[in-house]
C-alpha cells in the first residue's frame, strides 16, 4: 500500500515502488562521508528533487531519528521508505542503505585479517590512524558547534567528560541522566503547530509492532549462541545488542563506547586495530556504525578462522541494525506528533551536549593510544588516568596528524583524500625515515 495516500500528498509518491527502489539504491551506493553528507544527500533526492517529503515531515523524521540509539541516517531512509510504501518500503530502503557498504567493508575486514601484519599494509595503517584522530576531533567541533548553545548544555558536556574519561561511569547512565536533564528543562522557542497533530496508529497496533521486532531481532541470536557451541558468536550477539540500545548520538558516541569495552574489558581487539576499521568504515559508503561488522569479523576469526569470522560479521550486522527497524516501525506513527513535543526536544538537547563529552573522551584516549606504544591506566581512588610513557612516542603520527589537520580543518578537504594522501606519506616515512 502506499503510504503517500495517507498524507495528503499523492502527487508527491513515487510512480512504483521500483522507482523509490532505484532512488533508495542510488542513496545507498552514494552515501559516503558520515551521516552529515547522508543527510544532506537524502535531503536533496527526497524532499528537493523528488518531492516525496515536504521540509516538516524530513524535519520531524531527522529530529526524531536523533532521539533514538543507532545510525541516524539509515533510519532516517528507513523511516522514508515507510512514509512511502509501509515497512515494504521501511525494509527496502534500510536495507539499500547498509549492505553496499556492509559488502565493501566485510571484504575490507578480510583482506585486513590475513595481511593486516604485514609491514607494507601496518605502514600504510601508520597513516590513516593519523588521519582517523583528526576525524574525530573534527566530528567533536561539528557536533559542539550544534550542541552547545546555553550554559547548562557546556556543563553536561563538561560533567559527560569527567565521568567517562575519570571515573569510568557507564556510558547508558551519562546518557539518561543527560536526557532527564534536557526533559525536565524542556526546550524554549519549539514550533508550535497550528493545530492539534495526532498520532497515526494506536497502542495495541504499535505493541504488537514491538513484540513482532523484538522476536525478530532476539531469536535468531539466541539460536545461534545455544546452537553454534561457539561462545564467542553469543558473546558478539549480546554485546552488539546491547550497543544498539544506548548508543545515542552517532557513530562517534558508538566508538566511544565500543572501543574502551573492545580492547580493554574483552580483550577482542587492539585500539590501533579499532582505529584501522574506523579509517575503513570513513571510506565505505553507508553509516560509520559498519565499523562494528569489522570488530564483529575480527573477534570472531580470532577465535576460529574464516568461517567463523563470517558467520561474526553477520551477527554483528543483525544486532546492529535490526533494533533499528523496530524503533522505526513502531515509533514512525508517532513522528509528526514528536516534533511538537517541546520536552522531547529538550531531552534530544541534552543527550546531544553529553555526546560532545563523550566524544572528546574518545579523542584523547585514541591520540595516547596511537601516538603512544605504551599507555596504562593508573587509578587514584576513584579517579583513572591513562599516562603515557613519553620515550614510546611516535613521531610520524604527530606529523601525519598535524598533517591531516591542516588538509581537513583548514583546507577542507574531503575525508577520503585525506586519508589516501595520509596512509601514502606514512609508508614514505617508515621506509624513508
Excluded at 121 to 134: C, E, T
Excluded at 177 to 200: I, N, Q, S
Excluded at 275 to 296: C, H, N, Q, R, S
Amino acid at each position: 500500500m502506499n503510504m503517500a495516500s495517507n498524507t495528503g500528498h499523492e502527487d508527491r509518491a513515487p510512480q512504483s515502488l521500483a522507482d523509490a527502489t532505484r532512488a533508495f539504491a542510488k542513496i545507498g551506493i552514494l552515501s559516503f562521508g558520515g551521516p552529515a553528507a547522508q543527510i544532506a544527500l537524502m535531503h536533496r533526492t527526497l524532499v528537493e528533487e523528488k518531492a516525496w517529503l515536504t521540509e516538516r515531515q524530513y524535519l520531524n523524521a531527522l529530529s526524531f531519528c536523533m532521539l533514538l540509539p543507532g545510525p541516524e541516517a539509515m533510519q532516517l531512509a528507513t523511516y522514508a521508505g515507510w512514509r512511502l510504501y509501509g515497512v515494504v518500503g521501511g525494509l527496502i530502503a534500510g536495507l539499500l542503505f547498509v549492505l553496499p557498504g556492509a559488502a565493501i567493508m566485510l571484504a575490507l575486514a578480510i583482506i585486513y585479517a590475513y595481511l593486516g601484519d604485514v609491514p607494507l599494509v601496518s605502514a600504510l595503517f601508520l597513516g590513516i590512524k593519523a588521519a582517523v584522530l583528526v576525524i574525530v576531533i573534527e566530528a567533536l567541533l561539528r557536533v559542539a558547534k550544534k550542541a552547545l548553545h546555553q550554559p547548562g548544555h557546556w556543563v553536561i558536556a563538561a560533567l559527560a567528560f569527567i565521568g567517562i574519561f575519570f571515573l569510568n561511569l557507564p556510558f547508558p547512565l551519562l546518557i539518561l541522566l543527560a536526557a532527564l536533564y534536557g526533559f525536565f528543562a524542556g526546550r524554549h522557542g519549539a514550533e508550535v503547530p497550528d493545530g492539534p497533530v495526532a498520532a497515526r496508529a494506536t497502542l495495541t497496533k504499535t505493541l504488537s509492532t514491538v513484540i513482532i521486532w523484538l522476536a525478530i531481532w532476539w531469536l535468531p541470536i539466541l539460536l545461534i549462541g545455544a546452537l553454534s557451541g561457539e561462545p564467542i558468536l553469543a558473546e558478539i550477539g549480546h554485546f552488539f545488542s546491547k550497543l544498539a540500545v544506548v548508543t545515542f548520538g552517532g557513530a562517534y558516541a558508538v566508538l566511544a563506547y565500543m572501543a574502551q569495552d573492545v580492547v580493554n574489558q574483552y580483550g577482542w581487539l587492539s585500539a590501533g586495530a579499532m582505529m584501522d576499521g574506523l579509517g575503513l568504515a570513513e571510506t565505505t559508503p553507508g553509516p560509520l556504525i559498519l565499523v562494528t561488522e569489522f570488530v564483529g569479523f575480527l573477534s570472531a576469526f580470532g577465535e576460529g578462522g574464516l568461517e567463523l569470522g563470517l558467520i561474526g560479521a553477520l551477527v554483528t550486522l543483525w544486532a546492529t541494525f535490526a533494533p533499528c527497524f523496530l524503533w522505526i516501525f513502531a515509533g514512525a506513527p508517532y513522528i509528526d506528533w514528536i516534533g511538537t513535543q517541546p520536552r522531547l526536544q529538550g531531552a534530544l538537547s541534552g543527550i546531544t551536549a553529553a555526546v560532545v563529552g563523550v566524544i572528546l573522551n574518545l579523542s584523547i584516549w585514541f591520540a595516547l593510544h596511537v601516538a603512544f606504544a605504551v599507555v596504562e591506566p593508573k587509578r587514584y581512588g576513584p579517579v583513572i588516568l591513562w599516562q603515557p610513557e613519553l620515550v614510546t612516542v611516535d613521531w610520524r603520527v604527530i606529523v601525519l596528524a598535524v598533517l591531516s589537520g591542516v588538509l581537513l580543518l583548514r583546507l577542507h578537504w574531503g575525508i577520503v583524500r585525506v586519508l589516501t594522501i595520509s596512509a601514502l606519506l606514512g609508508l614514505v616515512l617508515t621506509y624513508v625515515a
